[in-house]
């Protein structure tokens, strides 16, 4: 084999090597190496096209009363049972779902857009910024975050746009304080330093050099945030402090079965599994993004 042969082969080697090595192939691999991972993703997957596919898996209005066939156990024309107004289950969870899975991203996405920007501002900034803003943080830590959240659905009104805004502003101190600290030590950095130097501007800075090298965090955080989220949407529709009966959701149908236990157990077991298997399989996936953004874990 002659040289000219050779050196060809060793160039794509090597950029193959460099490929697989990359940052974004090395997070790839160590996450599908991680097998609860794996099988979360896949529960989410299949829970989130359920829900999306409602109209097309059940038949079944799941507002709609038909007396007759009230507290029928779950058979084959009705898999999940009915309710005591004779409303299929199956559809009532399935729908419910489209409503429990909204509140939580829309939670997140306002909890994680004002946190950051609050955490970003008072971390690159420093002095009465930051003791302003921390302090303010510091008094919504104080309470509960249900709690919180409560108290800001009796001030807007129970309503499902309230709701989620009441459980995305209890998820900004935590994603504020998670930036403000990744943020302190990355504004030291050489590159952030340059950038001073040849004079950019700080929202340049902030957006460009700093936020992007704090991401790794916050995507974890928000991914373990998602399961908090819905847990507490279907907690304050639980309490009524949301949607209203009858329109489906996770923490809705909750509370009209628990007093059915004993007669109709699928009324609330449904309901309840569907919460579970969501908030498990959301939790599986941010372990899995947790070890495959962690520079310390080693990959063959």
């Not at 066939?69 to 289950?89: E, H, I, K, L, V």
């Not at 373990?224 to 959701?249: D, R």
Request: net charge positive; proline share 7%.
């Amino acid at each position: 084999m002659t040289p000219a042969t050779i050196q060809p082969r060793v160039a794509a080697g090597v950029e193959l090597r460099g490929r697989a090595r990359s940052p974004t192939g090395l997070v790839v691999r160590r996450f599908l190496r991680h097998r609860g991972a794996l099988a979360g993703l896949l529960v989410l997957v299949l829970l989130t096209g359920a829900v999306t596919l409602a109209p097309w898996l059940t038949p079944h209005d799941p507002t709609r009363p038909s007396v007759l066939n009230a507290f029928r156990p779950p058979s084959a024309q009705f898999p999940m049972g009915t309710d005591q107004f004779g409303r299929d289950m199956l559809a009532r969870v399935l729908y419910g779902g489209q409503i429990s899975l909204r509140v939580g991203f829309v939670a997140l996405l306002i909890g994680a857009t004002i946190g950051i920007l609050l955490g970003l501002n008072a971390g690159y900034f420093g002095g009465w910024v930051d003791e302003l803003i921390m302090r303010c943080l510091d008094v919504m830590l104080a309470f509960p975050g249900v709690l919180l959240a409560m108290a800001i659905v009796g001030l807007l009104g129970p309503s499902l746009i309230n709701l989620m805004i009441a459980v995305g502003v209890g998820l900004v101190p935590s994603f504020a304080r998670l930036v403000r600290g990744s943020v302190l030590s990355a504004r030291e950095n050489l590159y952030v330093l340059a950038a001073r130097t040849v004079g950019a501007p700080d929202r340049v800075i902030m957006a460009r050099h700093i936020l992007p090298n704090v991401l790794a965090p916050v995507i974890v955080y928000a991914t373990l945030s998602l399961a908090g989220s819905i847990l507490a949407g279907a907690s304050l529709n639980f309490l009524g402090l949301g949607v209203k009966p009858p329109t489906p959701e996770w923490g809705v149908i909750l509370a009209d079965g628990r007093d059915q236990l004993r007669r109709a157990w699928w009324v609330a077991t449904f309901p309840g599994l569907a919460i579970m298997l969501a908030t498990m399989a959301i939790n599986f996936v941010g372990d899995g993004l947790r070890d495959a953004l962690d520079p310390r874990m080693k990959v063959d």
